[in-house]
């Protein structure tokens, strides 16, 4: 079936530390991929997508490469600020269909 | 446009008893998602329309559990005889057909049975 796996736990760190949550995937065929955030009282919002290996999405200084090969679609930033604490979601959409699948999210605490 | 709107914000009641939440998707967006998200968990599937159709439910829709989108525009989704276990947040989400990939979802409705 399709799922994505997250790394476990939250991710703490300092104000302009680098920011990596690793994000893999088992889907049929091509699917797009996407990470979407959750800030603390707020809806989920897109954040970056990639519709075919090799492309990266960016967005807010985050970006994501889609890797075919190793089925990943790491999220990294390069100097966190301490208005990117919220929860990470990495998700996909197998081709052709419309339901997104998510993983479970990872919690990013960033200390001033 | 502000968005996707969800109503109620939250929703306590008592176990036995039916709910039903609504949605209010963008207003160019013909399709509509419904997913549920526990504590800790990602969203999960649950049923989603184009237009009026419902084309979509998950087997996590139990025979409980009704979505409806009578006029292609708002939707809502009932469940019946509520369970302690239904307590989650119910997300909604809505996308252009033409760019069905890109969801935009609205704030939830979270909803604790006692």
């Known amino acids: 079936g399709n799922s994505v796996t997250q790394m476990e736990g939250p991710v703490t760190l300092s104000e302009e530390a680098f920011l990596t949550i690793n994000c893999t995937y088992t889907a049929t065929g091509y699917p797009s991929l996407f990470w979407y955030v959750q800030y603390p009282g707020e809806g989920l919002q897109l954040l970056l997508k990639?519709?075919?290996?090799?492309d990266k999405g960016s967005n807010k200084g985050f970006e994501a490469t889609y890797r075919k090969e190793t089925t990943s679609f790491h999220l990294e930033k390069g100097s966190v600020q301490v208005s990117d604490s919220a929860v990470y979601f990495c998700?996909?959409?197998?081709?052709?269909?419309?339901?997104?699948?998510f993983g479970k999210g990872n919690q990013v605490v960033v200390i001033p | 446009d502000t968005g996707v709107s969800q109503d109620p914000r939250h929703k306590i009641t008592k176990r036995g008893q039916n709910v039903t939440f609504r949605c209010d998707p963008i207003s160019e967006h013909n399709r509509l998602y419904w997913y549920r998200q526990t504590l800790g968990q990602g969203p999960e599937f649950l049923t989603y329309?184009?237009?009026?159709?419902?084309?979509?439910k998950s087997r996590l829709l139990s025979d409980r559990f009704s979505a409806e989108r009578p006029k292609g525009s708002f939707s809502t989704l009932e469940i019946q005889r509520t369970e302690q276990g239904d307590s989650a947040m119910y997300l909604c989400a809505s996308s252009f057909q033409q760019n069905s990939n890109e969801q935009f979802f609205g704030p939830g409705t979270r909803l604790t049975v006692l």
């Open positions: 329309f184009q237009n009026e159709a419902q084309l979509e």
């Open positions: 990639a519709t075919k290996a090799d």
């Open positions: 998700a996909l959409s197998p081709y052709g269909n419309n339901r997104l699948a």
